[in-house]
């Protein structure tokens, strides 16, 4: 053995050629920590000592690298600027004696090689895949950029226009993108790639292939004359700006980087590389953004835990046709689970079923499908009128009108005919479960399931804990919803359980601002320059008036904070049937395009609608407009986590996230009040607390201001 560590092990082979394998103990994937960069580099010492005629790398794991450990970025970032330049340099270090090796050297790449486990890779002289491979730099993703040399290695190996669309993309490559664009040199079987590396490392040793070459290209500049690269990335650059968009400063920050790195040699190009780096690495969008992946880790985690022994649905059935149980029949055929579509009327289950068909031929146009896919998919969901189908189902989704008396009545007359071990669930966006179960004999045996319009869209379902749900049902409610693709988020029964219930303060804050004169226009330009996809008027059309007035009484009922002492603009729009986008006139006007999807326009009318009989209208500062539609969410958002609607800020953060469209860049509402820190948050509150208790920090809160304390440590 030349090498062998905790994460790393070299041998020579009988052909004098090294095999460097990666194995990262106690983890199921190989990533670049802080003791395997250290072995790395030990290692590649030992190779360059030895009489090795050749180097592969490969991986002992059923991937090979899938990038750098993203758990030690969070104390890495905060260490400031110097920490980690100096941390980019040791890494760097490594790579360049692999690269500046005398010997050929091979990456051979059995799965997943993503980030540093592609920089390692393009660092080697040649690739060889496997068929399913998948390369690339989401580095952008986390609000950064590739810090061990992708930037200065990529260009030189696919061309700058290939580069800078993989690298500000942050998009995942398949082998065989990868194999036309440049990036891999051969694609193999599973059981040929070792053999494969060999046969390549011979033919350089044999003068067959120029390994030397390769080494050279990729340390120099790129051959293009600057007014050549200078095109390629001002194109690059505008494509950035309008995808990419102000807030997330990565992609463009990439593509100057490259810019400038083309046109150097490899010691300079670096150097850019790791300015941009570390620029991007000390700013809050990079901090969110990699906190935000360690909370999808977090809940992929418990989502784990709380379905452990849960066991899959075989089939399940959706009471209630129409979009929403349209949608729900839809993705559970998607994705594997046969349903059955249950209605009371064959309307009903035509519109459901026209729902389905619809879907699977936007998947279908996209190249997502087949025909003959998409065929088995509408197989998949069997449509009914009668619950004889339904009784051999093993999971039931209630999602009937929202209406708690029909409700009732069709769960108890399902309950009638099922057996006792069936789980049932119902879709509701604000009447209470617990309400609900009130006329079931087995309540233990339901909870709520809440999907989020449209449903093959949005990632999160609310999994709500009644007080009579067991773990029983709980493990097979999270067990079904990650067998639909979605990401499960468990919480407890209150009116608007956690999304809603953040949701509406926000919507009373919109209502009291146009009630004092403020113009929506402005309101929902403000929201989305903050980063909302849409602002509130906006929002409450997309939405629908009629549900909005619902569910605005319903939490009005709940929390007598949420009552308003005037009549809304809501109010005024859903008494002469202005629903929205569902009716063409809401804050705005709607009317279809040629792919039936609704464009937006003025409404003439809706100012005189919302000002009779208020206050006029006047101006408002936009940080006024922010402050106070924020500050109503995020103290919402606290109360949430303190009644133990939900157990950890990350969950309450991701639910805003996943639910409503939250900024990501921000982190979620309890990581914006750390942002702005707890203290100021108070004091920011305080400034408009004449304006009800919505606008009020709890005593927890304040407690927490006066500690100097954080939602997330």
């Known amino acids: 053995m030349l090498f062998s560590g905790r994460s790393i092990k070299a041998e ?3 052909a004098g050629i090294v095999q460097l394998s990666f194995d990262l103990e106690a983890s199921s994937v190989n990533k670049f920590d802080e003791l395997t960069l250290l072995e790395l580099g030990k290692a590649i010492t030992a190779v360059e000592e030895s009489d090795a005629r050749g180097l592969i790398f490969v991986s002992s794991k059923s991937t090979f690298i899938v990038g750098a450990d993203i758990t030690e970025f969070t104390g890495l970032f905060a260490a400031g600027e110097e920490a980690i330049q100096a941390w980019l340099e040791r890494a760097n270090e490594v790579f360049n004696a692999i690269e500046d090796l005398s010997i050929p050297t091979v990456a051979a790449l059995n799965g997943v090689a993503l980030g540093g486990g592609f920089e390692l890779a393009i660092a080697a002289d040649f690739r060889i895949a496997v068929p399913t491979a998948t390369v690339g730099f989401p580095e952008v993703k986390l609000g950064i950029l590739p810090g061990f040399g992708g930037t200065v290695r990529l260009p030189r190996l696919v061309g700058a226009e290939v580069a800078a669309r993989w690298i500000s993309s942050g998009a995942h490559i398949k082998a065989q993108q990868a194999l036309d664009e440049g990036a891999i040199d051969a694609i193999v079987e599973q059981d040929e790639l070792l053999s494969a590396a060999v046969g390549l490392i011979e033919e350089c040793l044999a003068g067959s292939r120029d390994y030397s070459e390769v080494n050279r290209r990729k340390t120099t500049r790129l051959s293009e004359p600057d007014e050549v ?28 980087v490259l810019g400038r790195g083309t046109k150097k040699d490899r010691a300079d190009a670096l150097l850019e590389e790791h300015r941009g780096f570390v620029r991007l690495a000390c700013t809050e969008t990079a901090s969110n953004l990699v906190q935000m992946f360690l909370n999808d880790q977090f809940l992929a985690s418990k989502a784990r835990s709380l379905s452990k022994g849960a066991k899959p649905v075989a089939k399940a059935a959706v009471l209630g046709a129409g979009i929403m149980g349209g949608g729900i029949a839809y993705q559970s055929a998607l994705r594997g689970t046969p349903i059955v579509m249950k209605d009371i009327a064959q309307a009903g289950i035509d519109l459901g079923l026209s729902e389905a068909k619809k879907l699977l031929s936007k998947q279908v146009k996209r190249g997502k499908l087949s025909e003959q896919a998409s065929e088995t998919v509408l197989s998949n969901i069997q449509a009914t009128l009668s619950y004889d189908e339904v009784v051999g189902a093993d999971f039931v989704v209630e999602a009937v009108v929202e209406n708690e008396g029909v409700k ?35 309540p233990e045996r339901f909870c709520g399931m809440h999907f989020f319009n449209p449903v093959p869209l949005m990632p999160l379902v609310e999994v709500i ?60 330009r403000v929201m989305e320059d903050f980063g909302w996809p849409m602002g509130p008027a906006y929002l409450l059309d997309v939405v629908g008036i009629d549900t909005a007035v619902h569910a605005q009484a319903v939490m009005a009922e709940g929390f007598e904070r949420m009552q308003l002492d005037f009549e809304g603009a809501i109010d005024r729009l859903f008494a002469q049937g202005d629903y929205g986008q569902k009716s063409g006139r809401g804050f705005y006007l709607y009317e279809a395009d040629e792919n039936g999807r609704p464009l937006r326009s003025e409404n003439p009318d809706i100012d005189e609608l919302i000002y009779r009989g208020g206050a006029a209208k006047r101006e408002f500062d936009d940080a006024e407009i922010r402050d106070r539609m924020m500050l109503t969410l995020c103290l919402e958002t606290v109360r949430c986590l303190e009644d133990g609607i939900v157990e950890t800020a990350i969950e309450a953060d991701m639910g805003l996230i996943l639910g409503l469209g939250f900024p990501t860049f921000r982190g979620g509402a309890l990581r914006y009040i750390d942002s702005i820190g707890v203290a100021q948050f108070c004091e920011l509150a305080d400034r408009y607390s004449h304006l009800g208790a919505m606008i009020e920090p709890t005593e927890k809160l304040r407690t927490m201001a006066v500690n100097n304390t954080r939602f997330y440590a």
Do not use: W
């Open 229 to 256: 690269l200078d095109a390629i990335f001002s194109e690059a650059s505008k494509l950035v700006v309008n995808t990419a968009g102000p807030n997330y400063p990565a992609p463009a920050t990439a593509i100057q």
């Open 12 to 14: 020579m082979l009988p």
């Open 408 to 442: 009732k009545a069709v769960l108890a007359e399902l309950e009638a005919v099922v057996s006792d071990d069936v789980i049932i669930a119902t879709n509701t966006s604000t009447i209470s479960v617990d309400s609900i179960a009130s006329a079931l004999a087995k």
């Open 465 to 524: 804990r009644g007080a009579k749900t067991n773990a029983e049902t709980i493990a097979a409610t999270v067990a079904y919803a990650k067998a639909l693709g979605k990401t499960p988020i468990v919480v407890n029964n209150c009116p608007g359980f956690l999304v809603n219930r953040i949701l509406f303060p926000y919507f009373g804050a919109f209502s009291k601002l146009l009630h004092e004169g403020a113009d929506f226009r402005q309101i929902d």
